[in-house]
């Protein structure tokens, strides 16, 4: 598969300029296919996991699961704030200002976390969303600090049919919940089945006119 092969290239790339790479993985179908790839080239390449409190049981398990099975080195970020403390303060703030709850939950913890690398491995994919139409399989990524980082997409062009094709013929398990009905899987309060099969990201945020948790805004981070 020619796809494969293009992929493979871009992280040996990566891996061989950058001296700090890591991986951020939700564990969606995409993200299990660059961890498989990238953990072939670098077996102790970080996997940062944005550990936010809101996750689908089935997510935390899978995680736990993948690890046992795969031995990868997971990195756990959380939020300053736990979860009852948030709504503590705020209320539920995914219910009434989600973009805040990314910007807590997600875009704070994994930035700051993202200063110790030059090179961030994403699962990526234009296929995904509207906003990801003209995603490059290597970006420059700027963070609020000035820090920049090269932004490494390696599936940028796969559809999700590919992906499911390549963890097929790996005989890599994926997340149980795309047989109910998901395609892009976030926060459980925050992802709901698409309401447009033609768009997997037409379930999460819905109502709320948002696409972007504000981690990935290509090339435009900080």
Known sequence: ???????????????????????TCSFQ??????????LEEKPDVPVVFLDTGYHF???????????????????N????????EQERLYGRLYETDPSRCCQIRKV????????????????????QSPTRAHLKPVEEAILHSGHRLKKVSPLY??????????????????????????????????????????????????GKGKLECGIHLHGKEG
């Open 157 to 206: 062009d796969w559809t999700l049919k590919e992906v499911f094709a390549y963890l097929a013929v790996a005989g890599l398990p994926y997340l149980p919940l795309y047989d109910q009905g998901y395609l892009s899987i976030g926060c459980a309060p925050c992802t709901a089945k698409p309401l447009d099969p033609q768009d997997p990201r037409s379930g999460r945020w819905t």
């Open 77 to 84: 970020l959380t939020p300053s704030l736990s979860r009852e």
């Open 57 to 75: 049981p089935e997510v935390y398990a899978y995680r736990d699961a993948l690890k046992e099975r795969l031995g990868f080195r997971l990195v």
């Open 1 to 23: 598969m020619d796809k494969v092969k293009s992929a493979k290239t871009f992280i040996q790339e990566a891996l061989a300029e950058g001296q700090k790479p890591c991986f």
């Open 108 to 127: 704070e913890p994994l930035f700051q976390a993202l200063e110790g690398y030059d090179t961030w491995f994403t699962g990526l994919r234009r296929e």
């Open 29 to 38: 179908a995409e993200d299990l296919v660059v961890l498989h790839l990238l």
